[in-house]
T-cell receptor, first 114, second 111 residues
């Protein structure tokens, strides 16, 4: 049973560029959340998708946007990259209605902005 | 005030030691609480849930104090493999189930 799959694993981008990160949730899961984890910090909630709609959003600018597809997979897009966007981006999936005990995290995409 | 506050450490302890971490949270409406473990450059993984009555799982004990809004994690007989960052996670109430992560406490167990 595949867990949460994220791609790519590593990425280097230049300031001002745009990036798309991808996430396939665990089989049976329909809700996807994205987190940003800067070095030495805990994961910070970006947004959550369910039924192809953004349901909750953390304190992140509009440069961060997302999408969820009918097969529950999701994308995170970041426009106009800043050096401060360098972080580990984590995707977590769960079944709608389950709490954090049901979360499964992917191994993340490490983004470096130069 | 941050939503979740943890001492970042690191806590340096010898094998076999007992070590305890505390975490305070600001949202009094938080209903569920968890401890996650995160190994270096890996994803967080659920370690255990925290119940009002306390929760014990082998060498690990978690406690919740709602009145003072803190949760704790006690690790007995530390192993080298316990070296990791431990993240305190209260969960938003109201069904949205958005875990809010603290910055974590780093534990280093040495021989």
């Amino acid at each position: 049973d595949a867990g949460v799959t994220q791609s790519p694993t590593h990425l280097i981008k230049t300031r001002g560029q745009q990036v798309t990160l991808r996430c396939s949730p665990k089989s049976g899961h329909d809700t996807v959340s994205w987190y940003q984890q800067a070095l030495g910090q805990g994961p910070q909630f970006i947004f959550q998708y369910y039924e192809e709609e953004e349901r909750q959003r953390g304190n992140f600018p509009d440069r961060f946007s997302g999408h969820q597809f009918p097969n529950y997979s999701s994308e995170l897009n970041v426009n106009a990259l800043l050096l401060g966007d360098s972080a580990l981006y984590l995707c977590a999936s769960r079944r709608q209605g389950e709490g954090a005990y049901g979360y499964t995290f992917g191994s993340g995409t490490r983004l470096t902005v130069v | 005030r941050k939503e979740v506050e943890q001492d970042p450490g690191p806590f340096n302890v010898p094998e076999g030691a007992t070590v305890a971490f505390n975490c305070t949270y600001s949202n009094s409406a938080s209903q569920s609480f968890f401890w996650y473990r995160q190994d270096c450059r890996k994803e967080p993984k659920l370690l255990m849930s925290v119940y009002s009555s306390g929760n014990e799982d082998g060498r690990f004990t978690a406690q919740l104090n709602r009145a003072s809004q803190y949760i704790s994690l006690l690790i007995r007989d530390s192993k080298l493999s316990d070296s990791a960052t431990y993240l305190c996670v209260p969960e938003q109430a109201g069904g949205s189930y958005i875990p809010t992560f603290g910055r974590g406490t780093s534990l280093i167990v040495h021989p």
